[in-house]
């Protein structure tokens, strides 16, 4: 019994990466059996071509849960798993709407569409490569906030460069969030958030004690300084600015979103959210009154069937898809989702509501919800500072993103543009999410490693023990 103790305490605490395995690979055979059912559902022939399609998935998930287990052995056994199986059921539903299009094409007699579904197979893999790259480089995440300036400086830059180049390289449906090289094209803001995120966790962690400084109270509220409102302004201002050079309403927000909230995780105080708040408000106003598109997005978002065959026609159709799904859905190619504009990018969510029902879209909420808990969870149990905002901010920009598209997708909101992590098509944000989970990864990895051990220094013998002669006090 004492020589399996010792055994079992030189091994170490559990890692958890034989569960993450098995997972990915009930990813793995999910995707698959999802692939059939469509073909099935389209009355396509069933070939060996899907199973090969799913082994080659497997694989890919294997190759990264191998570099987790080398580079990360403590990180969380459930996040991985998550990503590949939001991954690959936006990789089944791109598939099936890459069907419907060629046979809308076929009836209608046009040329046939660009398939879609192996580029974003290749986007998977890029991004898998970068994720193995993330954890190779980045063996500390503290780290990171030495080049915190370096990596805030490159962000903004990032986010800014598409909307002072020309619209012709930068610019598509109206929004310059691209940069266009020929075939290649890219969104430059898709990694940025992660770089001002790096930033900002650093910064705030410097400037703590500036930030929780208090002020003048107000309704039992601690007011901070007005001099200390100064970061908190030029967020705002960078944020109105996003939206005027760029026409980007979602980016925008996501970024004024992420500084809000980690301005409140470093200082705990509920007035920073209030003040922030209160500054969206009043540029959301400002922005209505000004920019044309904004008002339009307003106008839509109140009333989309004012104008179905104009502005409101793509959130009307995602609304009556979701309806045609009602609870349970019209099954995995039985559906019409083809119908709405863009439904593999910015209404994804419609047509996965239209195919698998409110029980479906349910069941996607909760893997999202999962991977975003287990994010917070990683910040809570990460010993540093610097760790724990930054896991802070990773994991709710995910979940920002999340209630941003579901939100527009369902007319809780006005639309933004924004695409669903993982799910949506989309090269930059797929590799950029990718490179934003290894993160999570490693600072999950260091909160749930066992701390080391100082080596025992054996005690000498009790004969040869020394002696000292103690007087007692009188």
Do not use: C
């Not at 197979?121 to 063996?139: H, P």
């Not at 208090?214 to 100064?230: I, K, N, V």
């Not at 959301?284 to 106008?299: N, P």
């Amino acid at each position: 019994m004492v020589a399996q103790g010792e055994a079992r305490e030189q091994a170490g605490p559990p890692t958890g990466r034989t569960i993450e395995l098995v997972l990915l690979a009930f990813a793995a055979v999910l995707v698959t059996g999802a692939l059939i059912l469509v073909e099935a559902n389209q009355e396509q022939t069933l070939t060996i071509d899907l199973l090969l399609i799913g082994a080659a998935y497997l694989a890919l998930l294997v190759g990264a849960h191998l570099a987790v287990r080398r580079l990360a052995p403590y990180a969380d056994p459930l996040i991985l798993p998550a990503v590949a199986l939001l991954n690959g059921l936006g990789l089944v539903m791109i598939y099936r709407l890459d069907l419907a299009k060629a046979d809308r094409a076929v009836a209608l007699g046009n040329d046939l569409p660009t398939l879609l579904w192996p580029r974003q197979v290749a986007w998977t893999g890029v991004g898998l490569l970068l994720f193995v790259a993330v954890l190779w480089v980045v063996r500390d995440h503290r780290k990171l906030a030495a080049y915190a300036y370096t990596a805030g400086f490159t962000g903004l830059i990032l986010l800014a460069l598409p909307g002072v180049l020309p619209s012709s390289i930068s610019e598509v449906n109206g929004a310059k969030i691209w940069l266009r090289l020929g075939i290649f094209s890219i969104q430059p803001g898709e990694f940025a958030k992660i770089l001002l995120i790096i930033f900002f966790a650093a910064f705030l962690v410097q400037k703590r004690d500036l930030f929780s400084t208090a002020g003048r109270r107000f309704l039992g509220m601690e007011l901070p300084r007005a001099r200390d409102l100064a970061p908190l302004l030029v967020a705002w201002a960078f944020s109105v600015g996003v939206l005027v050079l760029e026409r980007d309403l979602g980016t925008s927000l996501l970024f004024f979103g992420i500084v809000l909230v980690l301005l409140y995780t470093a200082t705990e105080r509920v007035s920073w959210m209030l003040i922030g708040l209160s500054f969206f408000a009043a540029g959301g106003f400002v922005a209505y009154q000004l920019f044309g598109h904004v008002r339009t997005r307003v106008q839509i978002w109140i009333d989309p069937f004012a104008d179905f065959d104009g502005a409101g026609f793509q959130i009307g159709q995602a609304l009556f898809g979701l309806g045609t799904g009602g609870l349970g859905g019209t099954g995995l190619g039985a559906g019409r989702p083809e119908l709405v504009p863009f439904a593999e990018s910015d209404f994804m969510l419609s047509s996965l509501g239209e195919e698998l029902g409110l029980i479906g879209l349910a069941a996607i909420m909760v893997i999202y919800l999962v991977l975003i808990t287990r994010g917070l969870r990683s910040a809570l149990a990460v010993r540093d500072s610097f760790g724990k905002l930054l896991a802070t901010g990773l994991a709710f920009t995910l979940a920002l993103q999340v209630f941003i598209v579901a939100g527009g997708a369902s007319k809780l909101i006005p639309l933004t543009g924004l695409t669903l992590p993982f799910l949506s098509y989309g090269g930059s944000s797929l590799v950029a999410n990718y490179a934003l989970v290894a993160l999570l990864l490693r600072i999950s990895n260091a909160a749930r490693a066992p701390l080391p051990r100082r080596p025992a220094v054996p005690l000498p013998p009790i004969a040869e023990a020394g002696t000292e002669l103690v007087e007692r006090p009188s």
